[in-house]
């Protein structure tokens, strides 16, 4: 016996498991026991219906968690619900979507460098910002200016960008910051007694060499 409303009228009593066919996927049939895949169609795209998952489905209403899935990682669903690693997709790395979960080498952007992505796996030169100074992405390629910070200052970031007064620490102390602005007491050490750093501030017995022999320090 074949069911009337698969016809030109769907009513809502009529949908059940044998009426879902094409001519029945409307607002009025979106219910669980019609989504299949001939149903998959944007007039059905409603949270009651989001078993389809098809790239027509893709809409902010159909992002829950059942959903997300790499068909559907697209702008339109980049929402908090659909924030895993299944869906952590360039198109889906924006702010929405910034959570650990999503903080993989394909969400490392600039609009995802937010402090609670800071995590290794996104120490990228494109996420080094002052939110993301932390020591778990203090590595080479994070040494940029907008890093020199204390908690960054370490032997793999000694670089002369980042010679700052900020990072003048013992561990930074090397040929490659003998600058003024880290000429400081504390990386007043012989390998960093040269002409540019011949200061009163670093005058002492470790620096008396000829490179210092000058009024302002011996």
């Known amino acids: 016996m074949v069911n009337s409303c698969c016809g030109s009228v769907c009513s809502e009593e009529g949908c059940g498991q044998g009426c879902c066919q094409p001519s029945c996927c409307q607002t ?9 895949s ?21 809409r902010p209403s159909c992002c829950i968690s059942s959903c997300c899935r790499p068909s559907c990682c697209r ?13 952590c997709v360039s198109s889906c790395c924006r702010p929405s979507c910034c959570r650990p979960s999503c903080c993989v080498s394909s969400c490392c952007r600039p609009s995802c460098c ?12 494109s996420c080094c910002v ?14 940029v200016s907008s890093c020199c910070r204390p908690s960054c200052c370490i032997s793999s970031c ?20 003998c600058r003024p602005s880290c000429c400081v007491s504390s990386c007043c050490r012989p390998q960093c007694c040269i002409s540019s750093c011949c200061r009163p501030t ?17």
């Open 158 to 177: 000694c670089r002369p960008s980042c010679c700052r007064p900020s990072c003048c620490i013992s561990s930074c102390c090397r040929p490659s910051c």
């Open 130 to 143: 002052s939110s993301c100074c932390r020591p778990s992405c203090c590595r080479p390629s994070c040494c």
């Open 28 to 36: 009025t049939c979106c219910r669980p026991t019609c989504c299949i």
């Open 38 to 58: 001939s149903c998959c169609r944007p007039t059905c795209c409603r949270p009651s219906c989001c078993v389809c998952c098809g790239s027509s489905c893709c």
């Open 75 to 87: 702008p339109s669903c980049c929402v908090p619900s659909c924030c895993r690693p299944s869906c």
């Open 202 to 218: 670093c005058c002492q017995t470790t620096c008396c060499r000829p490179a210092c022999s000058s009024s302002s320090c011996c």
């Open 114 to 125: 937010i402090s609670s992505c800071c995590r290794p796996s996104c120490c990228r030169p």
